[in-house]
């Protein structure tokens, strides 16, 4: 049997079991091997029954004290002892297991395991895992047991039982890692680390196994990103464009001066795209740093240079308002540019005629959504892609975007804050910049944390801020009817907050159920002030700029992550007017307390990742996860960044020895290599 066989091979497994392995994704032993653990049980010393506590799973060992019993219903027989020890009896019982009577001998000592709850005789225990005689437990005791995630029909026992098969029969050999490199790093052998994820006998073991599995991920995952890339030399820059009058006119009309963070990236920008090398270069800057103008100077640049500009936006809203924003701003600008709008939801009829638009080269800046890279679209001149709120797509997308020019300039927008050395591994071919400063203009936002209770102060102070000229954001995180036993229906809520308002202020809602152009409509009477308050759920978290907003107040904030707070704040505080944050909760759990007095006393959103991570461990950080492309299943970017590094640098070393994995020491690695690539490409659905 090797990692290749059908779990079928595997005593026990048969029809049935095949199937419901099947839905987890385990069809091979191999695949069945790195279905890992999703956590461990530990069994810890057993305790006295005078120690147990209500709702916890303990160990307890005493003698059996009388006879055992069966009562209950037919339907639902109970078993149930009493087990003594010399700080007081404990009553045990068990569900349908009547045949229990006759295994234990009155007066034998045994070990029970098992949940504590509390009844009106007092602590019971419930159904809890025997070890009989008691000696057998130390056979697990203070092990780690694994936990895994399972499916209908899938037991833990039934994953178990056939891992310790797996794990035993197969012959699992040096694994990908070729043996020099796995001992330059002082990694775990492949069998011992497969045998220690599954069955660590200490923590060690475990944190050992571990470091392995997830250098392995690593690995792969780089170097599958670098045959991705392919092409190891930096493409010279096809592109001649010559310094022009037009920009500096636009720069005087803005209504600002750039700050000199902005200043010094749109230096780097313009070096690059004039550069000998065609511009890869990542722009990160928290929310409200103004990355949107950057870019859009980028974009000019290549449109007064005759060429193209694209730029992709994560939802059609955000691309709607880059559109708008951009032509007005070229309208009033006396900058005679053709900007163009291509998003999935428009007509067949109105896409038809953005295409030719953009086929022609008419269209000279286009902004859209996904719809930009869909195969009917076909460019002029592309000589600059833009992605905004990178952290929203995968790498294909933006590659899909970058293929539709010839070797365009490429300028990636992303508030994520990630550590510089996180980012170069992981943008590996990117230059990165980063916009350190907010505008000057910029009053801190105020923030507090506050209980349902002060709901109406709140909706005062709105109103307050209203009739002084400001708008509002709410928050509500569900829509759906079903979601809303604890959740403010956004609906309902929005009907309670017009009431409350009274006339004069208009409250319109927004949600991800609606249609774009209802959508759009809502955010472009916001953007009008024709709406003075919007109630909305999570959907304008990216991007949507409306400076005139100042207060957001945010529902349930206990239900967010801290870095999504974060992005959700940034709506507001985007102009020059001083604004405030509502982060209203009704819970009161110590944890949750915690974490919103971290966004209470900081608006760095650097620094608040930093936070997140330290407080939940590694979570959505900044919606990071929906990328898709770290999700990893051992490892984890941040936490295991050393790992990163190390497995980075190997990757490097790899492939300046042996570019092509020819070397038959690498044979493995190459192997495993291109089952992820393919795997990649069959998931690229474009
Ligand atoms: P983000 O970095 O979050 O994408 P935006 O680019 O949307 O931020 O900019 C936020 C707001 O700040 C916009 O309204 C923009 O017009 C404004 N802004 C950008 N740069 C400056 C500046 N240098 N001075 C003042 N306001 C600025
Ligand atoms: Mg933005």
Known sequence: MDEY????????????????????????????????????????DPVTVGELEEGRTMTVSGAIYGRVQVG?????????????????????????????RNTFARGGVVTLRGRIVCKKEGLVMEHPEIFYPSIKYEEKRASLQPVYPLTNGLTNNAVLKAMKQAAESVDLGDGILPEALRKEYGLAGYGEAIRGIHFPKTKEEFYHARE??????????????????????RVLNPYCFKEQEKIGEFLKKLPYELTDAQ?????????????IHVMSRLVQGDVGSGKTVVALLAMLFAGVNGCQAAMMAPTEVLARQHFENIRRMLSEYEIPLHTELLTGSMTAKEKKEAYARISSGEAQLIIGTHALIQEKVAYQRLALVVTDEQHRFGVKQREALAGKGEYPHILVMSATPIPRTLAIILYGDLDISVIKELPKNRLPIKNCVVDTGYRNTAYQFMKKQI??????????????ESDSLEVENVTDYTEIVKETMGRGITVS?????????????????????????LVSTTVIEVG????????????????????????????????GH?????????????????????????????????????????????GIRQSGILDFRLGDVFQDSKILKNASEAAKALLEEDSKLTDPKNSQLKKALEHVVAKNALETTL
């Not at 200043?263 to 550069?275: F, H, L, P, Y």
């Open 72 to 100: 209950g219903s037919p339907k639902m027989q109970i078993t149930t002892l009493y087990l003594k020890d010399l700080t007081g009896t404990l009553k045990v019982v068990w569900f349908r297991m009547p045949f229990l």
């Open 578 to 622: 001083q604004s405030y944050c509502i982060f209203m909760s009704a819970s009161k759990s110590k944890e949750t307390r915690e974490r919103l007095e971290i966004l209470n006393h900081s608006n760095d959103g650097f620094f608040i990742a930093g936070e997140d991570l330290r407080l939940r461990g590694p979570g959505d950080l900044f």
């Open 5 to 44: 066989s059908g779990i079928r091979e595997l005593k026990g497994i048969g029809e049935k079991a095949e199937k419901t392995f099947g839905k987890v994704g385990v069809h091979t032993v191999g695949e069945l091997l790195h279905y890992y653990p999703r956590g461990y049980e530990v069994y810890e």
């Open 544 to 575: 949507i700029d409306v400076p005139n907003a100042s207060v957001i107040m945010i529902e349930n904030a206990e239900r967010f992550g801290l870095a999504q707070l974060h992005q959700l704040r940034g709506r507001v505080g985007r102009g």
């Open 263 to 275: 200043k010094s990236v749109w230096r780097e920008i313009r070096q690059d795209m004039t550069g």
């Open 509 to 533: 809602c927004l949600h991800g159920k609606m249609k774009e152009a209802q959508k759009d409509e809502i955010m472009e009477k916001f953007a009008r002030n024709e709406i003075q308050i």
């Open 212 to 233: 392995r599995l997830v250098f392995e991920e690593f690995l792969l995952f780089i170097l599958s990103l670098r045959m991705l890339k392919e092409q190891e030399d």
């Open 467 to 480: 009739l002084s000229g400001r708008q509002c954001y709410i928050i509500c995180p569900m829509v759906e």
